[in-house]
T-cell receptor
């Protein structure tokens, strides 16, 4: 799995609580991404990072924030979880931009917001 | 959304048969990628084909790209039960800062 660890693997939380998901890579790749996967939607990009402290929004960024203080760690935070954020969250990495290089994915975090 | 449209949505075949999956898109692309996802796991990259390429092979996989028809096909030859998975087409469109856009996926079931 290309040295990508997502934690936790499963989480159940209540509406309104903050939640942080972690992605840790051992590949020293520059680019890191957070996607969510929902039935009928495929994968949608939430946020991505192109270097330490360099992040940008994706297609579905509302309600999410990210941080990258080290090359190896990319955190996704749901400031105040809502039921619509129940999903499977995937972290992905690439050494160069997506124009040139495929993505390597972690095994996902299943988040349930009750 | 500029998702690729995958076809069929689901496919069930017998072991040993070939599986063909299609992906169509609407505007010009930089590259097109195919990924596989086994149940409960992350996506695994299969093949990347660039807009100036027409065909690529990897083992039992063959991907074609027809930019005039704005479509791509993934062929799995001599399928095995282990090929049972979801397959996704992902596209980078031309244009600055374009990001990979995934389709909704095709569910392939290979019966032993």
């Amino acid at each position: 799995d290309a040295g990508i660890t997502q934690s936790p693997r499963h989480k159940v939380t209540e509406t309104g609580t903050p939640v942080t998901l972690r992605c840790h890579q051992t590949e020293n790749h520059r680019y890191m991404y957070w996607y969510r996967q929902d039935p009928g939607h495929g994968l949608r990009l939430i946020h991505y990072s192109y270097g330490v402290k360099d992040t940008d929004k994706g297609e579905v960024s509302d309600g999410y924030s990210v941080s990258r203080s080290k090359t190896e760690d990319f955190l996704l935070t749901l400031e105040s979880a809502t039921s619509s954020q129940t999903s499977v969250y995937f972290c992905a990495i690439s050494g160069v931009g997506q124009d040139y290089s495929p993505l390597h994915f972690g095994n996902g975090t299943r988040l349930t917001v009750t | 959304s500029q998702q690729g449209e995958e076809d069929p949505q689901a496919l069930s075949i017998q072991e040993g048969e070939n599986a063909t999956m299609n992906c169509s898109y609407k505007t010009s692309i930089n590259n097109l990628q195919w990924y596989r996802q086994n149940s409960g796991r992350g996506l695994v990259h299969l093949i990347l084909i660039r807009s100036n390429e027409r065909e690529k092979h990897s083992g039992r996989l063959r991907v074609t790209l027809d930019t005039s028809k704005k479509s791509s096909s993934l062929l799995i030859t001599a399928s095995r039960a282990a090929d049972t998975a979801s397959y996704f087409c992902a596209i980078i469109y031309t244009g600055a800062n374009s990001k990979l856009t995934f389709g909704k996926g095709i569910t392939l079931s290979v019966r032993p």
